[in-house]
């Protein structure tokens, strides 16, 4: 079988297994491959010998599921994941600070925690992930769970999932990425801790018992998502980790367009526009981190931007080397040894990724179109 185990002790699927399950894939009809089919991949991982919980610990700690699932709790050095509680949501018997008023350009509030978030669409709490039966995801089959991330529904089926969830970036993981991820979260301690439902906005229409308000409008079906990339074309496999992980979650620009917040696509990836004002320090009203649609973030730390990821020579990635970009992520300075990169920037976790998954990423970011833009210095915290 053709399967390594890479120097961070990750798997690395090899291509036999990507040639099986792109087979199986083409004997499923187009539209279906979707929906509600069988998981082939399952099949294929098994066939494989690979590890799905080893593989799927990865893609969760490396992707950043904590980062929200996982309650922050103040440590002796700052703010830290609560490793008690991991993956298991908001904490229910946490209160959780009024609704915020919120100077412009902030449009979303998120607690100390990070896992209750207040913005246009009401107040939203992070998932109980561990397989408690009663009030995690321990009765739910891995299907539900790959429906869940594609549809942005609960279970695939049920009512749609609210923002931050990025689900719109997860669902592009392709089903032996998903399948993992479920199978290590099956794994893990089971914790009992029942999440608050979420609350509507003021004014919203009140939907119907046991139903939900109507989505928008669901996003094109997605297929052939069988398997994902190798690294034998590392620029695919980057555009595909860059895509699954949301990276443009903040470093894109957003608008708000007819359907809701948008991405501007001129500005793929080259964050904060200079050419909008600097916002100044709000006062946080007992929320840890505030958000606005250009990706700006308010928290203890000051305000900070998402930088310019496009290859740019002055003002993006352009004249970073790889070892920068790898440096960066592993210890979160700039290019490794510059100024310590300020929240909400998760390199803790891409910085867990293993060589060639950061090489992949960054021979990526060197093809997208460059987009000159200097991204304004953070804003010190008030009264510093
Ligand atoms: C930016 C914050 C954020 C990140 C990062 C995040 N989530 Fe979520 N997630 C949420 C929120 C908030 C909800 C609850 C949404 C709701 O109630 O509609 C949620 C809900 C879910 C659900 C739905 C549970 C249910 O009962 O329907 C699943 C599954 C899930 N997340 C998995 C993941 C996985 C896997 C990752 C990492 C790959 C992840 N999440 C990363 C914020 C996040
Ligand atoms: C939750 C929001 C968020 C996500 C998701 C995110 N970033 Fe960032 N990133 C930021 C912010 C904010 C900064 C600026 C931090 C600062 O100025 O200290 C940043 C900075 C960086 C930097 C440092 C640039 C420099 O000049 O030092 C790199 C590199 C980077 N991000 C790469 C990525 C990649 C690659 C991904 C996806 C795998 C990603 N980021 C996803 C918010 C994010």
């Known amino acids: ?22 087979l199986v ?13 069988p998981l082939a991949t399952t099949v294929a991982l098994q066939a494989s010998g690979a590890d799905p919980v080893a593989r799927g610990a990865y893609l969760v700690k490396s992707g950043a599921c904590n980062d929200c699932h996982t309650p922050l709790k103040t440590g002796d050095n700052g703010p830290e994941p609560d490793m008690t509680r991991m993956l298991s949501g ?12 919120l100077p412009a ?3 979303s509030a998120a607690t100390s925690t990070l896992t209750a978030w207040s913005g246009p669409w009401g107040r939203s709490h992070t998932a109980n992930l561990t397989p408690d039966r009663e009030t995690g995801l321990g009765t739910w ?16 089926t049920g009512r749609p ?13 392709a089903d032996e990425d998903l399948a993992s991820m479920f199978a290590y979260l099956q794994s893990i301690p089971a914790i009992r801790n029942k999440v608050p439902e979420p609350v509507p906005p003021p004014g919203a229409p009140v939907p119907p018992p046991g139903e939900a308000v109507p ?14 990339p190798t690294h034998g074309d590392p620029v695919a496999r980057g555009k595909y980790l860059v895509t699954a992980i949301g990276c443009g979650d903040c470093h894109t620009p957003m608008t708000m367009g007819p359907k809701g917040p948008a991405y501007v696509m001129s500005r793929m990836l080259s964050g904060y526009p200079s050419s909008s004002p600097v916002p100044a320090n709000p006062a946080l009203q007992g929320w840890g981190e505030f958000g606005a649609l250009e990706p700006a973030f308010a928290g203890a730390w000051g305000v900070s931007f998402a930088a310019n990821l496009t290859p740019d020579a002055e003002t993006g990635l352009g004249a970073w080397t790889e070892q920068q970009f790898l440096d960066t992520l592993r210890n979160g300075r700039h290019q490794g040894r510059g100024r310590q990169l300020l929240p909400p920037m998760p390199w803790p976790a891409f910085g867990q990724k293993d060589d060639a998954d950061l090489k992949a990423i960054f021979a990526y970011l060197r093809t997208v179109p460059a987009v000159r833009n200097k991204v304004p210095d953070p804003v010190a915290p008030a009264g510093k």
């Open 1 to 22: 079988m053709n399967m390594t185990v890479s120097r961070s002790g990750t798997i690395v699927f090899g291509s036999a297994v990507l040639i099986g399950a792109v």
């Open 215 to 228: 989505p928008p409008d669901a996003p094109a079906p997605l297929t052939a998502l069988r398997t994902a």
């Open 25 to 37: 894939a083409r004997t499923i009809p187009l539209g279906a491959a979707v929906g509600r089919t």
């Open 161 to 173: 999932l609210l923002p931050p969830m990025p689900w719109e970036a997860f669902r592009h993981y």
């Open 105 to 107: 350009p902030w449009l």
């Open 90 to 101: 908001h904490p229910a018997e946490l209160a959780v600070p009024a609704v915020p008023t």
């Open 141 to 156: 089959t891995a299907q539900q769970f790959i429906d869940t991330i594609r549809n942005g529904k609960h279970q695939g």
